[in-house]
C-alpha cells in the first residue's frame, strides 16, 4: 500500500554537500509525519531528521543540526534531505521513514523505504 523510494545516496567528499530525496506513494502524503533515519556497519538504526505533515515543525539529532535541512513538498509527494559539510561520520544507509497520526517527531514511525548508501571521503 504505501511505499517509499529513496534515492539521491552516493560518494561525496568531506564538505561537500548533496541531497537525499523520498518518494512516497499509495497514500495521502499530506497527512504523514516523516522522517530519515540512518544505520552505519555494526551500529544501531538512529533518528536523523523529522518533519510534521505540512513542514510547520521540524527535528534533528545534535550530531546534524546547522547542516541538515529536511524539507518536504505535498504537491511532489517527497520529502528531502539536504546535506551540508558532510563529515566521514555522515557515512551510513539513510533510511526514508513515515508515520500515520501525531507523535513527537522522532518515534513511531510506521513504513520504511529500502535506504540509500552515502559514503563521506576525507
Known amino acids: 500500500q504505501v511505499q517509499l523510494v529513496e534515492s539521491g545516496g552516493g560518494l561525496v567528499q568531506a564538505g561537500e554537500s548533496l541531497r537525499l530525496s523520498c518518494a512516497a506513494s499509495?497514500?495521502?502524503?499530506?497527512?504523514?509525519?516523516m522522517g530519515w533515519f540512518r544505520q552505519a556497519p555494526g551500529q544501531e538504526r538512529k533518528f536523523v531528521a523529522g518533519i510534521s505533515s505540512r513542514g510547520g515543525s521540524t527535528a534533528y539529532v545534535d550530531s546534524v543540526k546547522g547542516r541538515f535541512t529536511i524539507s518536504r513538498d505535498n504537491a511532489k509527494n517527497t520529502v528531502y534531505l539536504h546535506m551540508n559539510s558532510v563529515k566521514p561520520e555522515d557515512t551510513a544507509v539513510y533510511y526514508c521513514?513515515?508515520?500515520?497520526?501525531?507523535?513527537?517527531?522522532?518515534?513511531?514511525?510506521?513504513?520504511w523505504g529500502q535506504g540509500t548508501q552515502v559514503t563521506v571521503s576525507s
Open positions: 499509495g497514500g495521502t502524503f499530506s497527512s504523514y509525519t
Open positions: 521513514a513515515l508515520r500515520m497520526g501525531t507523535a513527537m517527531l522522532t518515534i513511531n514511525y510506521d513504513h
